[in-house]
């Protein structure tokens, strides 16, 4: 074989993990994550009016300047540079070949007025909002389809001024969905990176329809009272990378997703070849890792490592429904460190509600082909419950080199539960429920050997 074919089959083989015989073609995403480019073009958002002094509102400001630098797409793009300031501003979008740079101690702060807040349209794959049915707040930045886009800076912070959002939606007092803080709708080639993200009314990072997305070095707060708040969100997107991140939410930290119902299962766009790593990640109410439950256009290929997890409700879990469709398989989830978390794995076979009357109650969705491993627990409450439905039991579940320690309140003979779930275990301590035991039943083991 020539040395050059040979070098190629190499790289190319080196992009796989292999589990059991079984491929995995999630390779180096966020290896492959580049820099910022370089923009020819920087203007400031001063010279645009805008003055930082927190109650000046400078929407229009940040609509003309990536109105005028819609101008050098073809010169190599711009930078709309921001300085120290605290910058009030409602919604605004930004543009193609743009780099969006906070300087530190600049601070973009969401205005508290819905009516600074454009209102759009459901999207495709959900059919209605995610808090009522009907329209959704625009987030208050926005990147609709869009290619060469960098959100960044040495450390500035976008606030989202959540309270006001959180109030409304505990008082049932929303006139449509919260908004987001940041949302990436059929964008490619987005970095979002070394930036700071505060008190977000509902998704702190909305990726829908996106394609190659490297977000890294972020840290995502809200308080953990704040209701269904949640981090990172791959949605219908496929290249996506998370790392070096550190997220605290009020529901979940990170959630994948990909349409809700029939929505989702007429707009069949997936999630898929995301790479999570080296996270720190805290879900108050919710799961620090979550896939679903709006997951019918499917969720496959995702490796997540190298996370630490703390103070959570529950750690890692799947959620679904029937009426769902779609699936969740492909997944890895290794090294993993947790401390102080209620629940270590939840997968839920009937979780959460339908966008309306609508759906197939015969579409069944599908959980498959799940490894979880070299994974340690410190003051667990409970280790795990696996709850497939009748209709749709989950399959080929594998644990193996897992230690949890727990709390001495709970007995280990009861700290799993299972029900219409096959899979298979190996040095799990405490002992899973029987009907995870049977090693050999992962993936045809016996026949791959």
Known sequence: MPVSVALVLLLTLSSVILINGRSYGVGNICDRGRRPSERPHSVKITDFGAVGDGKTLNTLAFQNAVF???SFADKGGAQLYVPPGRWLTGSFNLTSHLTLFLEKDAVILASQDPSHWQVTDALPSYGRGIDLPGKRYMSLINGDMLHDVVVTGDNGTIDGQGLVWWDRFNSHSLEYSRPHLVEFVSAENVIVSNLTFLNAPAYTIHSVYCRNLY??????????ESPYTIGI????SENVCIQESSINMGYDA??????????????ARPTANVQIRNVYLRAASGSSISFGSEMSGGISDVEVSDAHIHNSL??????????????????????????NVGTAFLAN?????????????NAYPLVSHIR????????????????????????SILLSNI??????????????????VDGSSEFVVPEPCLELKSFDSYYGRAEAL
């Open 349 to 361: 076979g009937s979780f959460g509600t339908h966008p309306d009357s609508g759906f197939d109650e």
């Open 254 to 267: 990170i959630s994948l997703k990909s349409g809700w119902d029939e929505y989702g299962l007429s707009y």
């Open 403 to 420: 230690s949890l320690s727990i709390k001495n309140s709970a007995s280990p003979a009861d700290s799993w539960q299972c029900s219409y």
């Open 372 to 395: 979880l491993h070299d994974i340690v627990g410190e003051n667990i409450s409970t280790a795990g419950y696996f709850f497939g439905t009748k209709e749709s039991p989950f399959t």
């Open 233 to 236: 969100v791959p949605d219908s």
């Open 215 to 224: 977000i890294h070095r972020v840290t995502a707060n809200t308080c953990p």
């Open 314 to 339: 529950s750690g890692i879990a799947f959620r679904t429904t029937n009426g769902r469709g779609g699936y969740i398989k492909e997944i890895d989830i290794s090294n993993i460190h947790m401390v």
């Open 68 to 70: 005028y630098l819609k």
